[in-house]
């Protein structure tokens, strides 16, 4: 589909300014850039998960959404919106609403890989009628830094600190879309912020307008967990793409399909040297480290163009 | 026209649901339970009922996804025993503070360790403090009544809370017992339509539920939820009165069985309360003034109807379905003896705790109880406050 983007930027925004969330964050980035992708007389519902963003848009008496929003607590948010999304289904039913409703939940990694991943995992197995968006910063950062199965291998987090016994977190991250993919569900799609936000726009209009079920991880850096100077962010983006360390790629009733490949694929130190969190990486005694990171992105990026030459 | 059956609690329970026909239920099973969503996923199947059913993956997405549908405006429900309600323990708080007017069938049963499926309350007690009102039944009669009820009093606008009915499992949800059921159509028109006032889907009016409130506003919702609970009261009595014009069973908060003239009581709640008027019946017999104060509303909590109903008994057994965990009683036991202390009663008051786990409380053992209290009235004996009933040798 056409995408235009001055036309795109111009629609109402949908999360209103004023929130409380830092300058520079990824997180409410992601938030407008998926409601865009509403049309215009559709209403929805928003779900959300305890994390910076429910704490910082929905302060009583203030809210940021226009339109109805809900946050039950930090595990629940799958399970929440399948509570709305099938009342819909009922109220719609026996005649007692009209309008058309879509249903569109975020949550942090901490929320979606981790304390809220088997309520999540219901709801997609269920198949109800609603978005799961993950805007995936890589730690709780919402308590200040703590590690997440999101947290990428090395990162010098808050319960991982990078010191003289630890290089930081010694595992690799969850591969989460993969998990969803697993759950066979119609829409899976891995994201983040490209110049003209298309790509987000296109998958976000996808997961909302597809019946069923729909998953979108989206990398949305943090200045404070990442420690990089906010207006660094979609350098950031464009170089997690360009190394390879965060693929753009769908995967439609089970196709899998790579949306962008890179030309020249970049070394990882590119990605890693932009952010404080991996500083530590470049000691010249850790170079080795290095070796392995780049063995590893290789490793998942290999696995990922064989899904995607099915 | 009322209709006589054969029925087990969590049969007439879902009878009740099958009648109210609510718009979404939640619910994943544990025993004594399950058969309730068992049995309305076959209505649902039969074409019986439209309600949609959500099989979730854990009590905790049970009552997460119960509440997303309240919210949105629907008339929901979920049902549990347990672990399951321990399991939902965090969001029934976020229910209550949400003032959603959702209905709970709970199924009385042990708390694990180690792990038990047959009745006491300890599931319940460990919610008493969540904001949530709770009805206990004796019977499956009234299991069905209180259901029946319920949404009457949580979708009331002086109440607006979340609603447990309580019966006591395996006792009350699996034995056959008669009943009087309802018509359908009457049940319909004692229940009404629920037409909220807010709900998500409300396309003229966008709702946001489940804000972040600090210390300026927290208090004063906790203010709100305690003063919808105070209304409770009246609102359950008014509701249990209309219940009579349509059934002619009469319900107040708690059931008084020859308590009037009694001199030795017992305060206690949910099935076993029949075996201890059946000791009464037989001490009555021997010209013995024993008497029961069953409590069926224990959210809110009728300290000062207790407190008068008790008043001049020379001594009070309060017994607990469950171990507080104190060191000094059962929930029950406390909340009784602060009701007759804040009424200035020089009553004795003992606290026991009975049948947890499943252990059988029988016909003997209220006899005994009731003599020991005559012992103790008579001053022959000490109270021994805390003690269990029928526990091994």
Redesign the interface.
């Known amino acids: 589909m056409a995408y235009n983007f001055k036309e795109v930027m111009s629609k109402p925004e949908r999360l209103a300014p004023g929130h409380r969330m830092c300058a520079g964050c990824g997180g409410t980035i992601a938030v407008r850039t998926v409601l865009r992708a509403l049309k215009e007389g559709d209403?929805a519902?928003i779900?959300n998960a305890t994390g910076c963003l429910?704490?910082s848009t929905?302060?009583?008496?203030y809210?940021s959404?226009?339109?109805?929003?809900?946050?039950?607590?930090f595990?629940?948010a799958?399970?929440?919106?399948?509570?709305?999304?099938?009342?819909?289904?009922?109220?719609k039913?026996?005649g007692?609403?009209?309008?058309n409703?879509k249903f569109i939940t975020f949550g942090g990694d901490g929320g979606t890989y981790d304390i809220g991943l088997?309520?999540l995992?219901?709801?997609m197995?269920?198949n109800h009628d609603m978005v799961y968006v993950c805007y995936d910063n890589g730690a709780y950062m919402n308590t200040g830094i703590q590690r997440s199965s999101a947290t990428p291998m090395y990162a010098d987090t808050t319960t991982t600190p990078a010191g003289k016994c630890s290089n930081g977190k010694m595992q690799n991250r969850k591969d989460l879309a993969s998990i969803l993919a697993a759950h066979d569900i119609p829409y899976v799609a891995q994201s983040t912020f490209t110049p003209t936000m298309k790509d987000l726009y296109v998958k976000s209009e996808k997961a909302i307008y597809t019946p069923g079920a729909a998953f979108l991880n989206v990398m949305a850096p943090c200045p404070r967990g990442w420690r990089y100077d906010a207006a660094d962010i979609m350098d950031i983006c464009k170089l997690a793409v360009e190394t390879c360390y965060w693929p753009l790629f769908e995967v439609v009733e089970g196709r899998w399909i790579l949306n962008y490949e890179p030309k020249k694929k970049l070394p990882i130190e590119d990605f890693l040297r932009t952010q404080g969190r991996f500083k530590h990486l470049f000691k010249p005694e850790n170079e080795h480290l290095l070796v392995q990171y780049q063995e590893e992105v290789d490793r998942r990026w290999e696995d990922l163009l064989f899904k995607c030459s099915r | 026209m009322s209709i006589r059956e054969r029925m087990s609690g969590n049969e007439a329970v879902s009878y009740a649901i099958k009648q109210v026909n609510p718009?979404?239920m939640?619910a994943f099973p544990i025993t004594p339970s399950t058969e309730i969503p068992q049995m309305v996923s076959t209505y649902i199947s039969n074409g019986e009922i439209?309600?949609?059913f959500?099989?979730?993956?854990?009590e905790?997405?049970?009552m997460?996804?119960?509440?997303?549908?309240?919210?949105?405006?629907?008339r929901?429900l979920t049902a549990t025993s347990s672990c399951g309600l321990a399991f939902m323990w965090?969001?029934l708080y976020?229910a209550a503070s949400d003032r959603l007017p959702i209905v709970l069938c709970l199924v009385n049963r042990a708390l694990t360790g180690p792990i038990n499926i047959n009745c006491d309350h300890s599931d319940s007690m460990g919610a008493r403090d969540s904001g949530w009102m709770q009805i206990y039944a004796e019977t499956n009669q009234e299991a069905y009544d209180n259901f029946i009820m319920s949404y009457r009093i949580t979708e009331h606008k002086d109440v607006m809370l979340p609603l447990m009915t309580c019966m006591d499992g395996f006792i009350t949800s699996h034995a056959v017992e008669n009943i009087e059921l309802l018509e359908t159509e009457e049940v319909r028109k004692f229940v009404g339509e629920y037409n909220p006032e807010n709900y998500?889907?409300?396309?003229e009016m966008?709702?946001?539920?489940?804000?972040?409130?600090?210390s300026p506003?927290y208090m004063e919702t906790k203010m709100n939820q305690r003063i919808a609970m105070q209304n409770a009261k009246k609102v359950i009595l008014d509701v249990a009165a209309e219940f009579e014009k349509i059934s002619g069973r009469k319900y107040g908060l708690f059931e008084e069985y020859y308590l009037d003239d009694a001199e030795y009581a017992v305060v206690m709640i949910g099935s076993a309360a029949g075996t201890t008027k059946d000791a009464i019946d037989n001490l009555r017999s021997q010209g013995i003034k024993a008497g029961l104060l069953k409590i069926r509303v224990f959210r809110p909590f009728p300290d000062t109807e207790i407190a008068a109903a008790l008043k001049g008994k020379k001594v009070v057994a309060i017994l607990d379905r469950c171990e507080g965990n104190s060191a000094t009683g059962g929930p029950l036991g406390a909340e009784v003896k602060a009701a007759l202390y804040d009424s200035g009663a020089n009553t004795v008051a003992v606290n026991y705790i009975y049948g947890i786990g499943g252990r059988d409380y029988t016909v003997e053992d209220a006899e005994n109880l009731f003599n020991e209290l005559i012992d103790i009235g008579n001053g022959k004996k000490q109270p021994e406050q805390f003690k269990y009933i029928g526990l091994r040798k």
């Open positions: 209403k519902v779900g429910e704490v929905f302060m009583y008496p809210t959404y226009e339109d109805s929003y809900i946050h039950n607590a595990e629940n799958g399970a929440t919106l399948s509570g709305v999304e099938t009342a819909y289904h009922a109220l039913k026996r007692k609403i009209s309008d409703y088997q309520s995992s219901g709801a197995e269920r | 718009d979404v939640p439209d309600t949609e959500i099989p979730v993956e854990s905790h997405s049970s997460s996804a119960t509440i997303g549908a309240s919210a949105a405006g629907a929901a965090e969001t976020i998500l889907l409300n396309a966008p709702m946001a539920v489940g804000p972040y409130a600090n506003f």
